[in-house]
């Protein structure tokens, strides 16, 4: 299989004056069938990962294992620690089904937050911290207010509201990004996916 694109966020490249002249062996990537394509291209999202934070919301959107499932299995392949993060849980109400409560139980590890209340997001640093992490998932489901959580920076990406026809989120981040973090830590803010 051909890649879309020779680079990623996360690769380590040989550099000489101010051109990209090669890139390293990867030690892992989290990869996907580019979307749109005729042939089949393979569309590296991010490499060189410690960490993958699959991120779902609890409700607005409603969880969804179908992907949270994929993503799991893709970081699996790749030797990549997982953290499944449901996000929103300032939106559950008492005695609300947890249909993620069963993925602790499988050894998956697993932290429920709230980007907007805090809650959460103290463990959820301290899993991350010095680490190399990337956090992908559906469009909507807070990826880039946990970032902007954990960094302490309200300016961080675009952030946009769900979409009122569809209720799932409108893609408002366009690229993956590196955003330099505590202790070392390297966290990569990555498009909502709707298909993996």
């Known amino acids: 299989s051909r890649e879309r694109s020779p680079v990623c966020v996360g690769d380590r490249v040989r550099v000489e004056a101010a051109v990209i002249v090669g890139r390293c062996e990867r030690r892992n990537m989290l990869v996907r069938c580019a979307p749109n394509s005729r042939n089949p ?30 993503f799991l299995v893709a970081a699996s ?31 998956v590890e697993l932290i429920e ?29 807070g990826k880039t207010s946990l970032l902007r959580r954990l960094l302490g920076d309200s300016r961080l990406g675009r952030i946009g509201e769900l979409s009122k026809a569809t209720g799932m989120g409108k893609h408002t981040t366009t690229g993956a990004v590196l955003l330099p973090g505590p202790a070392g830590s390297a966290w990569i803010d990555t498009p909502g996916i709707m298909n993996f």
């Open 41 to 70: 291209l393979l569309h590296a999202v991010a490499a060189n990962l410690d960490r993958l934070v699959v991120a779902a919301s609890a409700r607005e959107p409603d969880f969804t294992p179908g992907i949270v499932d994929r």
């Open 77 to 107: 392949a790749q030797n990549i620690p997982a953290i499944l993060c449901v996000n929103k849980s300032d939106l559950l109400r008492p005695g609300d089904e947890k249909p993620w409560s069963h993925y602790a139980g499988a050894g």
């Open 113 to 141: 937050t709230s980007a907007v209340g805090g809650d959460g997001i103290s463990e959820l640093a301290k899993l991350i911290s010095g680490k190399t992490a990337a956090f992908c998932g559906h469009s909507g489901v």
